[in-house]
């Protein structure tokens, strides 16, 4: 007897689960042939490129991200304060402050400093992960004040794809 009594308080449990699931038919959308017809032409135009990404070191896409870093392995340096004045299918651009530790008188021990600079993102590729997103492959600083010792007024980094 108990076990049918399990067995009934789970086929009721998995009924009302279902039911839940399913809803009702006063749940359901309400389509007319006019909005159908639409999204029926929707779907034959031809698809808008998205704009292109900036590939982090989690290989997430990013598009106007307020911070960056440039050095995955480590972290000693990185993009922060980013201000997007630009982002479309060739460039983007951004002012914010680069973030670099000095390393001395070794990495663990050194300071990180901060360095007013404009970032230039180009050339955009094919994502070798996604290839129908495009994601900037070339990243160029301007250092607009001082910069890191060793470093010239312009750095060029190629990004990850």
Same mark, same amino acid.
């Given at each position: 007897m108990r076990k049918l009594t399990v067995r009934a308080a789970v086929t009721f449990c998995a009924a009302v689960s279902l039911a839940t699931v399913v809803g009702t038919a006063?749940?359901?959308?309400?389509?007319? +042939?006019?909005?159908?017809?639409?999204?029926? =032409?929707?779907?034959? =135009?031809?698809?808008? +490129?998205? =704009?292109?990404?900036?590939v982090d070191c989690f290989w997430h896409p990013q598009v106007e991200p307020g911070d960056?870093?440039?050095?995955?392995?480590?972290?000693?340096?990185?993009?922060?304060s980013l201000q997007w004045s630009r982002w479309?299918?060739?460039?983007?651009?951004?002012?914010?402050?680069?973030?670099?530790?000095?390393?001395?008188?070794?990495?663990?021990?050194?300071?990180?400093?901060k360095y007013p600079v404009t970032v230039r993102l180009d050339r955009p590729q094919?994502?070798?992960?996604?290839?129908?997103?495009? =994601?900037?492959?070339?990243?160029?600083?301007?250092?607009?004040?001082?910069?890191p010792a060793g470093y010239g007024q312009t750095v060029t980094y190629p990004l990850w794809n």
């Open positions: 006063d749940a359901a959308p309400v389509t007319s +042939p006019r909005s159908a017809h639409t999204l029926a =032409q929707e779907s034959m =135009q031809p698809s808008v +490129p998205t =704009q292109p990404v900036i960056f870093v440039l050095a995955c392995g480590d972290g000693n340096s990185r993009l922060i479309d299918a060739n460039s983007a651009v951004a002012s914010g402050v680069n973030v670099v530790n000095d390393c001395k008188p070794y990495c663990a021990a050194g300071t990180f400093r094919a994502w070798k992960k996604n290839p129908e997103s495009s =994601q900037y492959t070339r990243l160029r600083l301007v250092y607009t004040d001082s910069k």
